[in-house]
């Protein structure tokens, strides 16, 4: 593909309507296009995994929420979207054919990528990866901006202290599942839930969770209540909606919430009321705080040290969930919505189906 006086046919997945409710294939479509040269300055990568996000639904929306990144458009490829590859073609200095890299220009096989150009708060700047450290789809997930996230929001935004007992929703999800070991690993009493048996068993038998619950089966406070009857004093909240109402309740003082994202609300075609019990908050002096792992980049380094370590060790697990070829990312992301995926979802992307054609 390199090779001077020679062109690609990439395809890339583009949303061709947004989603009413759950997304459906029909809510895509896979076009050929012809990649071209990169220019000075740029790489070509031909891409081998990508991600897939639970909040990529909010940006299927017809606009993204204020402050986040934007809505994809129509018949376009979609911007910002992590994706590790290899490089085929070099522009950019300190990248050449060979390297394994992460960027964020995802959802399709082929991507020529501008190497110093900021992308997804900088979290997906091309950044070249060490492959002997650990495999290179772990980069999208524990390595990458799910550990970011987690640790981010479980250090930071919760600012997690000694003896904190911490709840943490949709925890066998990418994100989920990383802050519980996490917070597992740090010494903490962890709690989980999850909307399967199937999911509990993994928390509790994988995972090593103190407890876990399947919030389908029964009203939440009461599953709270069981699995920690003295309270909680962090949440780390994937979900909103009843989930954060149920956490309020069970929070002791000066108890701590790390709004991650509420997926529970993402589909959801009209605002959403908050929660019924926010009085809550200045009964019990909590502290409710939102935060972004893109805005913590400066903890990368930090994160992966500490993740790579324990992944080494076997103290840190990395659950994945693969769906095969390109044209199954929408596929992937309806199914990590109804909760069908364990761990990080990716797409193994098939790199042997591009068809190489000599420009004339
Ligand atoms: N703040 C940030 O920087 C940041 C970055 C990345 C992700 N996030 C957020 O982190 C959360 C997890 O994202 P992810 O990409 O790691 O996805 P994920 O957890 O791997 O997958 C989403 C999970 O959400 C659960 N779910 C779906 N609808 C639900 C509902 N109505 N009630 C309860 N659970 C529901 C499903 O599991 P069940 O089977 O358990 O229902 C599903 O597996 C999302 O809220 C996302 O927006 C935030």
Aim: aromatic share 6%.
């Amino acid at each position: 593909m390199s090779r001077e006086g020679t062109a690609t046919t990439g395809r890339e997945v583009r949303p061709i309507a947004h989603p009413r409710g759950e997304v459906r294939a029909s809510d895509f479509r896979v076009v050929e296009v012809e990649v071209r040269q990169p220019r000075a300055g740029e790489v070509l990568v031909r891409n081998t995994w990508t991600s897939v996000d639970a909040a990529l639904r909010l940006r299927l929306r017809e606009t993204a929420p204020p402050g986040y990144f934007p809505a994809f458009p129509l018949e376009e490829p979609m911007e910002g979207i992590m994706t590790v590859g290899e490089v085929v073609e070099s522009r950019a200095d300190g990248f050449a054919p060979g390297d394994t890299v992460w960027h964020a220009a995802g959802w399709r096989d082929y991507a020529v990528v501008e190497a110093e150009k900021e992308a997804l708060g900088g979290v997906g700047t091309l950044t070249k990866l060490d492959v002997r450290a650990a495999p290179p789809q772990f980069y999208l997930g524990a390595l990458g901006g799910n550990g970011l996230t987690a640790y981010a929001g479980l250090f930071h935004a919760a600012g997690l202290r000694d003896g904190d007992v911490v709840w943490v929703s949709a925890a066998a999800g990418a994100v989920g599942s990383l802050a519980a070991q996490m917070a597992k690993i740090r010494g903490h009493r962890v709690i989980g839930s999850a909307g399967s048996d199937e999911k509990v068993r993994y928390l509790l038998e994988e995972l090593g969770l103190d407890a876990a619950f399947n919030y389908k089966r029964g009203a939440l406070p009461d599953l709270l209540r069981e699995a920690a009857p003295d309270g909680i004093d962090v949440y780390f909240d994937n979900v909103g909606g009843d989930h954060l109402e149920a956490a309020l309740g069970a929070l002791r003082r000066s108890g701590r919430v790390a709004i991650c994202g509420m997926v529970s609300e993402y589909a959801a075609e009209e605002p959403q009321h908050g929660p019924g019990n926010l009085m809550l908050a200045v009964t019990k002096g909590l502290t409710i705080r939102g935060f972004r792992g893109s805005a913590h980049t400066h903890l990368l380094p930090e994160m992966t040290r500490h993740v790579g370590a324990w992944i080494r060790e076997g103290r840190l697990r990395c659950h994945e969930t693969i769906i095969d070829g390109l044209p199954q990312a929408p596929a992937a992301l309806a199914g990590l919505l109804r909760g069908d995926n364990t761990g990080k979802t990716l797409v193994r992307i098939d790199g042997f189906t591009h068809r190489e054609s000599a420009i004339a």
